[in-house]
Nanobody, 122 residues
Framework: QAQLVESGGGLVQAGGSLRLSCAAF????????MAWFRQAPGKEREFIAM????????HYVDSVKGRFTISRDNAKNTVYLQMNTLKPEDTAVYYC???????????????WGQGTQVTVSS
């Protein structure tokens, strides 16, 4: 089993940056495909980005391409989401997730963190 703990959320002005971290405990992150999702009030959980185990392939939702970067440091057992040029519509609770294969569907991920709030003011 893996436990995931996110950190790094907060309040930022539009155009600003934040870096989210997701630390894994119990299992190593290189055992899983790792992903970030987000959920705004009244909306469904949305896929943001994912990264493969070994070859570090990445995939992003179109709305964050060129602004967000997912990365992983297997030595630190941590996955990151660097978020630049933030917009008010990026406001949501951000979750990291671990799963067995490369996909964008939340139900296919086995482990989830508790979430971290990101609020972007205009």
């Amino acid at each position: 089993q893996a436990q995931l703990v996110e950190s790094g959320g907060g309040l930022v002005q539009a155009g600003g940056s934040l870096r989210l971290s997701c630390a894994a405990f119990g299992r190593t992150v290189n055992s899983y495909v790792m992903a970030w999702f987000r959920q705004a009030p009244g909306k469904e959980r949305e896929f943001i980005a994912m990264i493969t185990r070994n070859d570090y392939r990445t995939h992003y939702v179109d709305s964050v391409k060129g602004r967000f970067t997912i990365s992983r440091d297997n030595a630190k057992n941590t996955v990151y989401l660097q978020m630049n040029t933030l917009k008010p519509e990026d406001t949501a609770v951000y979750y990291c997730a671990a799963g067995p294969y490369f996909n964008v569907i939340p139900s296919n991920y086995d482990y989830w963190g508790q979430g971290t709030q990101v609020t972007v003011s205009s």
